[in-house]
């Protein structure tokens, strides 16, 4: 089975800090996503990477960063937290092109 | 119009009941579909996916795909409490580059009563 583990599954941070999600898959997956997850709004695409070291922007990527230097590691990085960005934060992997995505647990994200 | 539109809910089912979720999506060239059961605070679990035209059957799931009127369907045969979720339907939209990426609806929140 697919794991895929995110590092927190709760995490309350404060305004105008540097916030650092992690998320770890063991499967040797290509692509690895991040998404927001807000009530009415659905999941949105933050950021995704197809290969080591590359990224690519998704629908909301304003305020955030990624960064992925191993395969199976994939960090959203909040540059200065603020209260709009609380939300869910799930990551989830894939293999190939058009493959189902699999998702971690999610992290409750609080920015106070 | 939106790419992927399911309806919100809440559909409401008995228990033992068919629970008919639909999807419909915008890209003709879309190849890929799938269907995912989120449960309240939790995150979305693959449950089926569909390539091609036609019918495919797990357990109590069938997922049903029409290319030529655009759009998939999950059905959930005797429907159980446990079922009541939220349930999320995917496609890999063509005609989007980043060939990875999936258009994922709002979705569709079932109530299974018992």
């Known amino acids: 089975d697919v794991k895929v583990t995110q590092s927190s599954r709760y995490l309350v941070k404060r305004t105008g800090e540097k916030v650092f999600l992690e998320c770890v898959q063991d499967m040797d997956h290509e692509n690895m996503f991040w998404y927001r997850q807000d009530p009415g709004l659905g999941l949105r695409l933050i950021y995704f990477?197809?290969?080591?070291?590359?990224?690519e922007k998704g629908d909301i990527p304003e305020g955030y960063s990624v960064s992925r230097e191993k395969k199976e590691r994939f960090s959203l990085i909040l540059e200065s937290a603020s209260t709009n960005q609380t939300s869910m934060y799930l990551c989830?992997?894939?293999?190939?092109?058009?493959?189902?995505?699999?998702f971690g647990d999610g992290t409750r994200l609080s920015i106070l | 119009q939106k790419e992927v539109e399911q309806n919100s809910g809440p559909l409401s089912v008995p228990e033992g009941a068919i629970a008919s979720l639909n999807c419909t999506y915008s890209d003709r060239g879309s190849q890929s579909f799938f269907w995912y059961r989120q449960y309240s605070g939790k995150s979305p679990e693959l449950i089926m996916f569909?390539?091609?035209?036609g019918d495919k059957e797990d357990g109590r799931f069938t997922a049903q795909l029409n290319k030529a009127s655009q759009y998939v369907s999950l059905l959930i045969r005797d429907s159980q409490p446990s079922d009541s979720a939220t349930y999320l339907c995917?496609?890999?939209?063509?005609?989007?580059?980043?060939?990875?990426?999936?258009?994922f609806g709002q979705g569709t929140r079932l109530t299974i009563n018992p």
């Open positions: 995917a496609v890999k939209i063509s005609r989007i580059q980043g060939a990875q990426k999936l258009v």
């Open positions: 990477s197809y290969d080591v070291k590359m990224k």
């Open positions: 989830a992997s894939s293999n190939g092109n058009g493959q189902p995505q699999h």
């Open positions: 569909i390539y091609s035209n």
